[in-house]
């Protein structure tokens, strides 16, 4: 039997529409996203297919030049930008399944709907997002076998959305995360006030009990090494927000805060969003 193995794509963050740009910047940019390969000999499975039409078709091309047969599109979580762009992976590997953990797939569907699609994707990224409109099944038994090795979805509730989950290979000692875990990016929070924070800290526990060698984030710089480290700065990073969110005068305070403890991660837009968010 081959060894499984694995690697990453990191599409470059891309500018998006908006007119709601934190002090300073005159540009609004979208995060780094990656994509991960999990693969044997022949065989290989995908997690998460990207967002727009051209990455999704970039992401297709590195994939083919990989030599291997997608059979298995898996979605770590219900986030267009993580899943929209699977029809043009679909049209390089017909043959894949686009699959998530149960409650993933039962939140997917919104983002087609009027308040995500037409509310905020199309607006964010006019002309560049598929038509076709592909949600992916549950993946009822939570496992995907790839070359007789088993791949194990871990269902992780709410992180940086409602019903999110990780992919686990135990025989690489990899988790990809999802958005569970950021790497050098500041993260999304707009969708964890009340007790989003919470759970999103609990999520962490149950990915750090699984003693992982190596974590994928959902956000990150290419070529930033995929440690289990960033588990614990993710959890440090939701700390000092909410820290800083108890004693912080109005967002315009809170988002200066952060920026004095993390003034180099990327894309300052995502922390003004997550703290108009959490003190509106």
Do not use: C
């Not at 919104?110 to 002309?127: K, L, N, S, T, Y």
């Not at 289990?228 to 805060?257: K, M, Q």
């Amino acid at each position: 039997m081959t060894a499984l193995a694995y690697t990453v794509h990191v599409a470059p963050s891309k500018p998006a529409v908006s007119d709601d740009l934190p002090p300073g910047e005159d540009q609004r940019m979208w995060s780094p996203t990656s994509s991960t390969l999990i693969y044997g000999e022949r065989d290989a499975v995908l997690v998460d297919p990207l967002l727009t039409v051209d990455e999704s078709r970039r992401l297709a091309d590195w994939v083919a030049a990989q030599g291997k047969n997608v059979t298995t599109i898996f979605v770590t979580h219900a986030h267009g930008d993580h899943f929209f762009g699977a029809p043009a992976v679909l049209d390089r590997f017909p043959q894949a399944r686009l699959v998530a953990a149960p409650d993933v797939a039962a939140h997917a569907g919104a983002q087609w709907g009027a308040a995500w699609f037409d509310g905020f994707w199309q607006p964010r990224f006019p002309d560049q997002l598929p038509d076709r409109h592909l949600v992916p099944e549950p993946l009822s038994d939570g496992r995907i076998d790839l070359e007789g090795e088993q791949l194990r979805a871990i269902e992780l509730g709410h992180t940086d959305t409602d019903g999110t989950s990780a992919l686990h290979v135990p025989t690489l000692g990899l988790v990809v995360a999802g958005d569970a875990v950021y790497g050098d990016v500041h993260l999304y929070l707009g969708e964890a006030k009340g007790d989003g924070t919470e759970h999103w800290l609990r999520a962490l526990d149950v990915i750090e009990a699984l003693r992982p060698s190596a974590v994928v984030s959902g956000h990150k710089r290419d070529g930033d090494p995929d440690s289990p480290d960033d588990v614990g700065r993710t959890r440090r990073y939701i700390e000092d927000f909410t820290a800083a969110a108890a004693t912080a005068n109005d967002h315009t305070d809170l988002y200066t805060s952060m920026l004095r403890l993390y003034p180099d991660r990327v894309n300052r837009g995502v922390l003004w969003n997550s703290a108009k968010t959490a003190l509106s």
